[in-house]
């Protein structure tokens, strides 16, 4: 039940209009893009609330922790571990009024309030003639849940996660302080790095506010490679090759045939290419090196048997082959479980792959995978016709992935629905650090409950 008065106290932080109670008006903030079957129930006693700037956070944040009600900031909604839903009565926090970005061209910077959403970002960035390179996946998240999550996506393979972009962050932590770390700078060693700590703390540390963005240069020109291969194996064994080879893509993705015909029919488009599995490469830069580079990757393809590659470069031509690949997870949820994002060390993908084949020869089940392929992360789904196994299924999965140095999760996070496994796979001093951190944050643990961390 949530405190007499709250309402009232929350419309005179933040207005009338700001404050929305009632299930069937806030039915859309109570859950998340988890599949169903595993999703954490929303509790719909909550009342939701849409600041304007971060005093208004601030003052949100002291009412509740003063009388130890629970928030639960919310982004664009689209993550994939629970973490924005609501699992106790209390108030959701939508930043989808703070959406202001600012482009600083002299420093190569964007500063973005927290409820831009990457679409918003990537559109400011194009027309002001700089490039930000990060796409994970869908264009709705918004610029807090991304660094909150420490998104990935497939281009993470050149420049790295959002984390490796991130240069400053305003911060209201759950006391209601507001703070800054970092800034518009390259190099800061004053002290133990805060900032850091906060990107991928999933809502559980504070809630962001503001984040400065390094930005690149325009790149003058990209080509999406298409590298077909009759088997899993020869692919995949040739992402070693490629990134020892000098070349290093915007992305590289392993793609099956069978998915990205049922993710294209999903769309209501067609996939023409010829090949049993992929790798697609996106290459950026100069037009006379991207197209050595296609050049060098081509040969490498065939010399690991692969097929005749084909290169896209109108963009239409490029975008459909990237939404029909990041489509795969819509085409396929509806059936699905839950989708794993296990990551190993890249040379290790293979090996990965395999085993998970095996696992799903030993229990009879159908397991679609694909995934960042050079960057060892592997998105495989349990499906609910194979409910019944899902825990076995799951657990072997993410075995498999430990004994081959790899991790549980590589950019989804944690959320609330693999706290179970954090704990399993966690030495428990690690455990035991974590908490700490997150009492000095949190004393009374109001921030995003059950998430991340039980405490
Ligand atoms: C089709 C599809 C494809 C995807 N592909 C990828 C991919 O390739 N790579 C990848 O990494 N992810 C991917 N995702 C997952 C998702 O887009 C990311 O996790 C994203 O970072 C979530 O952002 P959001 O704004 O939607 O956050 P939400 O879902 O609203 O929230 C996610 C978490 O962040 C917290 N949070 C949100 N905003 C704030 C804030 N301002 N301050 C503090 N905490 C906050 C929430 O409390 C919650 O714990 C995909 C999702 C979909 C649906």
Redesign the pocket.
Known sequence: MLMEGLVEQLEGIVGRESVVRGKDKMESYLF??TCIPVRPSAVPDCVLVKPANSMEVSRILRLANENKIPV?????????VG??VPARSGIIVS?EKMNRIEIDGENLMAVAE??ATLGGLLKAVEEAGFSFPP????E???I???????????RAVKHG??RSFVRGLEVVLPTGEILTFGGKLLKDNMGYNLMHLIIG????L????KVVLRLNPKTPYSLTLLLPFNSRHDALNTVPRILRSGVTPLALEYVEKELMELSAEHLGEKWVFEGEVFLIAILAGEENVVYSEAEKLSQICVENNGLEPSVAERRDEQESILRIR??I??ALKRDSMDILDTTVPPSAIGRLADAIDTIAEKHGAYIPVYG?AADGNVHSHIMKRDAEKYEAIKREIYETTISLGGTITG???V?KIRVKELYRFTHPKKIELMKGVKRLFDPNNIL?PS?VLEI
Do not use: F, K, W
């Open positions: 998340d893009e639960y900031p919310r982004g664009g909604g689209t993550g994939l973490g924005a930043l927290a409820g796409h994970p996946g869908d709705g998240a918004q807090g849940g991304l660094v909150a999550c420490n998104a990935g996506g497939a996660v959002m703390s999933e809502g559980t504070g809630i962001i506010t990041s489509n997870y819509t960042h950019e989804h996070g959320g995003n998430t």
